[in-house]
């Protein structure tokens, strides 16, 4: 973590706020790539992970977009409401999970409200470098509720861009499978809730999976989180049994009894926790892992057990 102080902060959309960190001696800052987030440590102590928004060629400055959480963990609602510019705030060095892979003929972007953050950084280093051809499809609630709104409807980004807004009307959502229907050499960057991202993953199983990249912030749980049960997971190379409670993920658990397991977004789109699965029938929530993959595999930041026990094998 290092050292940075806060030089902007200011509201962008209703509930929405811009933060602006530099190094405290003018320092050039930590390099990083489109789509890479950092990890903020909060007033209250807290730990939070949030998606850079700015240009990768800005190496004065990390720009990030928070909205406040007033139903969350008080993680977002510390940092709006007990910062100000002067502040100094411990900031991880970025980490990409999300990165531009791959050589498409284009790029789909899809953004579900504050999903618009990593992928801002991307269209930033689209626009500066002259890359690759690409599209824009930004669903939000309302007007008054779409960070970089004024930007994003700049003459620069005329046929680039599509803002839509459902004014929280389902019959009012927008269309994505004109969209997505046929693939034709593109790669799709999907953040944004869950919700979005499970309707995009259904609409592009004919795409190749390496075509198809999502990201989130943990928002929002399967509806099937109601139905849970508690069960074991037991190691292979021990036989050590880990009751996984229900509310309580097998990545925690398995943190909790002491053993690590690589883990970044927690919320089964980043593919960092991928575990063997040796025995038992797992009931997969991610949004990484093929058919194919999930026979054999499975994400313990999410996912969990039809069986009362599932053995894995932890990774060296």
């Known amino acids: 973590m290092n050292d940075l102080k806060v030089t902007a902060l200011d509201a962008i959309?209703?509930?929405?706020?811009?933060?602006?960190?530099?190094?405290?001696?003018?320092?050039?800052?930590?390099?990083?790539?489109?789509g890479a987030h950092v990890h903020?440590?909060?007033?209250?102590?807290?730990?939070?992970?949030?998606?850079l928004c700015n240009d990768p060629d800005e190496q004065d400055r990390y720009v990030i977009a928070v909205k406040r959480e007033e139903e969350g963990t008080g993680g977002s609602k510390s940092l709006v409401d007990e910062t100000k510019v002067g502040d100094h705030l411990q900031?991880?060095?970025?980490?990409?999970?999300?990165?531009?892979?791959?050589?498409?003929a284009r790029?789909?972007?899809?953004?579900?409200?504050?999903?618009?953050?990593p992928i801002m950084s991307m269209i930033h280093h689209l626009q500066a470098t002259g890359?690759?051809?690409?599209?824009?499809?930004?669903?939000?609630?309302?007007?008054?509720?779409?960070?970089?709104l004024e930007e994003l409807s700049g003459p620069e980004y005329r046929g680039k861009v599509v803002i839509h807004h459902d004014h929280g009307d389902p019959d009012d959502s927008f269309d994505l499978w004109p969209v997505l229907e046929t693939p034709k050499g593109a790669h799709i960057y999907?953040?944004?809730?869950?919700?979005?991202?499970?309707?995009?993953?259904?609409m592009t199983g004919h795409w190749t999976p390496s075509s198809v990249h999502f990201e989130d912030f943990g928002t929002g749980?399967?509806?099937?989180?109601?139905?849970?049960?508690?069960?074991?997971?037991?190691?292979?190379?021990t036989g050590e049994a880990i009751p996984v409670p229900v509310g309580v993920s097998i990545l925690e658990a398995l943190r909790v009894n002491g053993h690590h397991v690589p883990y970044s977004c927690e919320s089964g789109t980043c593919g960092s926790c991928r575990t063997r699965l040796l025995e038992g029938e797992a009931e997969h929530r991610d949004l990484v892992l093929s058919e194919a993959e999930q026979q054999d595999n499975?994400?313990?930041?999410?996912?969990r057990s039809c069986s009362k026990e599932l053995v894995i094998d932890l990774p060296e």
């Open 190 to 202: 999907c953040c944004g809730p869950r919700g979005l991202m499970e309707a995009v993953r259904d």
């Open 107 to 117: 790029y789909v972007f899809i953004a579900g409200g504050i999903g618009i953050t």
């Open 91 to 104: 900031v991880s060095e970025p980490h990409n999970d999300f990165e531009l892979k791959g050589n498409p």
């Open 221 to 237: 749980q399967p509806a099937s989180a109601e139905e849970d049960k508690p069960f074991t997971v037991r190691l292979h190379k």
């Open 298 to 303: 499975i994400m313990v930041c999410v996912s």
């Open 40 to 51: 903020v440590q909060v007033p209250n102590g807290q730990v939070r992970r949030y998606s």
């Open 131 to 148: 890359g690759k051809p690409f599209k824009l499809y930004y669903l939000t609630r309302e007007p008054s509720q779409t960070a970089f």
């Open 13 to 34: 959309a209703d509930g929405i706020y811009r933060f602006e960190f530099t190094h405290p001696d003018g320092d050039d800052l930590p390099e990083f790539t489109s």
